[in-house]
């Protein structure tokens, strides 16, 4: 079987996701559509035998690399116990060691976890429990959210309610009941002579004002912490962590924390927030959790929000459920991805590996082109000046013929690689993309 054979059938039978298919149609200069045959490492291949550097694995999701054999060996395992059950009114061994793992993760602050198959879900059970919880506790009100500009938080009319991404947006806006948006602590609006904890800081400031003015009526704040990723890999200090979850506190405000692209160890913690040093209200995961193989998300919480559905009354409870809540096999892969962070010490080891690939990318800041070279532990960026509204594409395109997987958002370029890449293979991955982007530049 070749590309050309699987190219003609995908093409006909699956509407791609994020996607405008006519770009792939038949025309001669028509976007490629990659069939994969298979994955080893940080690499896929496809049916003609070229290979890919998966430098995004694939969509944020991928840790460990493609067919990890310790995730592999345990979901083996699992399919001779149990694929799946009803988690209403039943429960099974596999989600109860993850609650139980993730709640010891949080140092038992998050201590109830609430599942689901995606990263929108997570946002969507978030939001409706926050504004359940205040509603059975008498304070009906507070049913409005926050979000920061440039936010992105799923693609579900729940989700786009506090996603600022017009892209995404627009087009379902007589759908949305949309939030509330205040600026964004993004280290780039830096004006002269400030620092990333300045603009931090100027953020909070606009946060405390509106916070002042509609407190009553607000259920939570979301947030993304430290990088706003669809943004535009939007990085930003710890320091507005800290004042949101003070400002939160003193008006009776929720914080959520979106960690479901920044999580599982992608910014150099296990969690994000807690380099702030803080604990959130709601906690949501997904992408790596389960280490790129199914379909999983949670939602922890605390014992207090927990409590304010604990009743006799049905109508009390929180009534949200997915076909596929706490499946079995998802969250053996959880289980699996979470032994190798703990067996193979991976926070530590990602420190030395983001120091490699910092130097990887050094040459990068004396580009004429390149602006806001930054980086949060295993996610690094980029940003290109060009008025080329074809430039994005045309360094995607020339990626794949590099042999590497980057996908820019708009102008900017970022890295996120499963952390099973070598040395060797983060050099190539650099040296790849600079050779791109001098091409892209100057075709």
Known sequence: MSNSDLLQRS??????????????????????MVPIANGKGVWLYDFDGRRYLDGISSWWVNLFGHCNPRINAALRAQLDELEHVILAGFTHRPVIELSERLSALSGGALGHCFYASDGASATEIALKMS?????????????????????????????????????????????????????????????????????????????????????????????????????????????????????????????????????????????????????????CLSKGISGGYLPLSIVLTTDDVYAAFYDDRLSRGFLHSHSYTGNALACRAALATLDIFADDGVIEANRSLAAH??????????????????????????????????????FYRQALANEILLRPIGNTIYFMPPYVISHEECEFLVAQAIATLDVALHR
């Open 11 to 32: 093409l006909a039978a699956v509407w791609h996701p994020c996607t405008q298919m006519k770009q792939h149609g038949a025309a001669a200069d028509a976007l490629p």
């Open 131 to 283: 504004f359940h919880s205040w509603r059975n506790r008498g304070r009906e009100e507070k049913q409005e959210f926050l979000c920061l500009a440039g936010s992105y938080h799923g693609e579900t009319v729940g989700a786009l309610a506090v996603t600022d991404v017009a892209l995404f947006k627009d087009a379902y806006a007589p759908l949305i009941r949309p939030a509330s948006t205040v600026m964004t602590p993004d280290a780039r609006l830096a004006e002269e002579g400030e620092t990333a904890v300045d603009v931090a800081r100027r953020a909070a400031t606009a946060l405390e004002r509106h916070l002042e003015q509609h407190h009553r009526r607000i259920a939570a704040l979301i947030v993304e912490p430290l990088i706003q990723c669809a943004s535009g890999m939007a990085m930003y200090d710890p320091e507005y962590l800290r004042l949101a979850r003070g400002l939160c506190d003193r008006y009776e405000v929720h914080l959520i924390c979106d960690e479901i692209a920044v999580g599982c160890g992608r910014t150099g913690t296990f969690f994000a927030h807690q380099q702030a040093g803080i604990r959130p209200d709601f906690l």
């Open 357 to 394: 690939l910092a130097r990887c990318l050094s040459p990068l800041a004396k580009h004429p082109q390149v602006r806001h070279l930054r980086q949060r532990g295993m996610i690094a960026a980029f940003d290109v000046l060009s008025d080329d509204p074809q430039f994005s594409e045309r």
